[in-house]
């Protein structure tokens, strides 16, 4: 077990290395060079100056080194378009992506186990039909459109949910307006995962109805609600956990999509609007903290696997 | 041999021909591309023509799906739009599963150091968050034609790879390989000429759901305003600062998107349906 642990941790770590060797070399691509991602409105002299102090001109991987070692110290640099340091921003967007995205799990896990399991249990009838045209669907629809689409019907049409933002801008906090705004997004971003989740439910739960367990189940009288929550769902539901670790850093990238649709304050939005100002720094520095918390997320719900599920043999596994 | 290929492949024919949905898919896919690609031979007007008296315009003869925000004609978008969204989808999958296969091919066929880096490198493309590289990459190299394609196709060859590298496994142990290695064809010529051929359906299944994948990420891109740029137009591009317009013209957004969901939703249900028949382990 400990062994298994440490060689996880080891993956992450080394994923994390990774993360920033590849935000490094983009870095390297900058029109201007690194430099430039220093202060952009320098000549060419002040430029190879600025190089020589920076350490520019020492070979690529004193350089890198000395940027992680900046990473480590908690130095990330300085936005170009606002006047603060990139660390601060990154992370005072944090907190609302973090909330949309988790909004958007429970969403896709409570919804697609749900319609998986019913349109196993009614397997071959127009409701299992109707299920698998939903979640084909889901996993088709560009969500951006998806995400509009909803606009138009409850923002335009009913005018019953506010169609962008966090909270209503003046108004003293209140929970309901708050889930208000949160609705809209986080169903926009879980309609793919909830779509994977249905469609794997669906088989999982089918592959465990055959099992001898299930028939002796059955067989010996238990009543069918009884033996799909004490037998099937506990079987057929533990491999979920290792699907929701894998859907995490999909679930990353469709907050930069939802949350531009729906103006919601959180990192994606603020990568999109920085790509377009060229704020270079505050790019670099959202892709590196979603990376941190998306490689963080995943080696949680991992271990969380091992410890929920007691058939996992560690010595075989890795 | 040649009688029992034959044999095989008009039994998955068959098996196709079955799935009407499958079937359906073949043929509103064939004919998006035809009416798309044929598109100055037929639409009358020019997508890019601006008519500034004439915004926002209702449906008519002369326009059928009215006019833009700058006047342009929005059914010829739309057919333009998809003749762009069309071939950067079909030439980033194109990419993607050549680098795929060749990947999942190398580290299935020579197994060892190879595969085990070769797959710890897809492991991890698949565990970050790529859509921010993405957004990185054409923030600072600029959002050209070929740097989106090359963009989606380097982030979306994973599952390919996987895919090719378990069936190269599978084969790999298989009579005829053995064979082939025994009367002494080099590593190269067995891979390419005998083990990776009997891989094709996987990667042709593979291909059309990559279609899928990479129309999707292109318009999510363009909408986003980091893909395809304006004028040019595109099925994303045009959703573009859609939300300004949804009060007033909600039809320019419902057109563009509910052809980006026809025409992935086409291509998820032809791979799905190409796997049902050319999968030998499915019958």
């Excluded at chain 1, 909830?194 to 099992?211: C, D, K, P």
């Excluded at chain 1, 304050?265 to 903290?289: C, E, H, K, N, W």
Aim: proline share 4%.
């Amino acid at each position: 077990m400990i062994g298994y642990l440490l060689g996880r941790v080891a993956q992450g770590v080394f994923l994390l290395v990774l993360v920033t060797v590849l935000t490094f070399s983009l870095m390297q691509l900058a029109p201007g060079g690194p430099a430039i991602l220093m202060d952009p409105h320098i000549g060419a002299e002040q430029a190879r100056e600025m190089e020589r102090i920076l350490g520019l001109d020492r070979p690529v991987h004193i350089q890198y080194l000395r940027w992680a070692g900046n990473l480590i110290r908690g130095d990330w640099g300085k936005s170009f378009t606002m006047a603060q340091p990139v660390l601060e921003i990154v992370v005072g967007r944090l907190p609302a992506t973090m909330v949309l995205a988790v909004a958007s799990i429970v969403i896709a896990v409570v919804l697609g186990v749900f319609l998986g399991t019913m349109s196993a249990i009614k397997k071959d009838t127009v409701f299992d039909s109707v299920i698998t045209v939903v979640s084909f669907s889901g996993i088709s629809i560009p969500t951006f459109w998806f995400g509009l689409m909803l606009i138009l019907l409850f923002s335009v049409h009913l005018r019953v949910l506010p169609s962008s933002g966090m909270l209503t801008v003046g108004a003293s906090f209140s929970l309901v307006d708050f889930l208000a705004h949160l609705a809209m997004p986080a169903v926009v971003l879980g309609s793919v995962n909830m779509a994977q989740i249905a469609r794997y439910t669906r088989s999982s739960v089918l592959t465990v109805l055959q099992e001898d367990y299930v028939r002796t189940a059955r067989g010996k009288g238990l009543a069918f609600h009884r033996v799909l929550f004490k037998h099937v769902l506990r079987n057929a539901l533990l491999p979920i956990i290792t699907l929701i670790g894998m859907l995490i850093p999909r679930v990353a990238s469709g907050a930069a999509i939802a949350e531009t649709v729906f103006a919601w304050p959180g990192l994606g939005r603020l990568a999109v609007s920085a790509a377009f100002q060229r704020d270079y720094p505050v790019i670099m520095a959202v892709t590196l903290l979603v990376s941190f918390v998306v490689i963080l997320s995943t080696l949680i719900t991992d271990v969380l696997y091992t410890v929920v599920d007691p058939r996992i043999k560690l010595e075989k596994h890795r | 041999m040649k009688i029992h290929v034959r044999f095989h492949r008009s039994r998955s024919w068959r098996k196709f021909r079955r799935k009407r949905l499958a079937v359906l898919s073949l043929v509103v896919i064939v004919l998006m591309y035809a009416l798309s690609l044929s598109a100055n031979v037929w639409v009358p007007h020019d997508p890019e023509e601006v008519d500034i008296l004439l915004r926002f315009a209702g449906p008519s003869w002369r326009h059928v799906f009215g006019t833009d925000e700058m006047g342009r004609d929005a059914f010829a978008r739309i057919v333009y739009g998809g003749r762009v969204s069309l071939s950067v989808g079909t030439a980033a999958m194109v990419l993607a599963i050549t680098l795929g296969s060749l990947v999942g091919a190398f580290a299935g066929f020579w197994g060892g150091a190879v595969d085990a880096v070769l797959m710890r490198i897809t492991e991890s493309m698949l565990s970050i968050p790529v859509f921010f590289f993405v957004i990185v990459t054409l923030a600072i190299l600029g959002s050209s034609l070929m740097n989106v394609i090359l963009v989606i196709s380097l982030t979306s060859w994973m599952a390919t790879a996987r895919i090719v590298r378990s069936e190269v496994l599978r084969n790999k142990e298989l009579d005829y390989v053995v064979a082939a290695r025994a009367i002494g064809c080099s590593g190269p010529r067995v891979l390419f000429r005998h083990a990776l051929p009997q891989v094709f359906p996987s990667i042709i299944v593979s291909g059309t759901l990559g279609v899928a994948y990479a129309i999707l990420i292109e318009s999510a891109l363009s909408f986003l305003g980091l893909g395809v740029q304006p004028p040019t137009p595109s099925w994303g591009n045009m959703l573009t600062g859609a939300q300004s317009y949804l009060w007033k013209s909600p039809m320019l957004v419902v057109y563009p998107g509910a052809l980006i969901f026809l025409s992935v939703l086409m291509f998820n249900a032809l791979g799905d349906g190409l796997r049902d028949a050319l999968d030998p382990t499915m019958q």
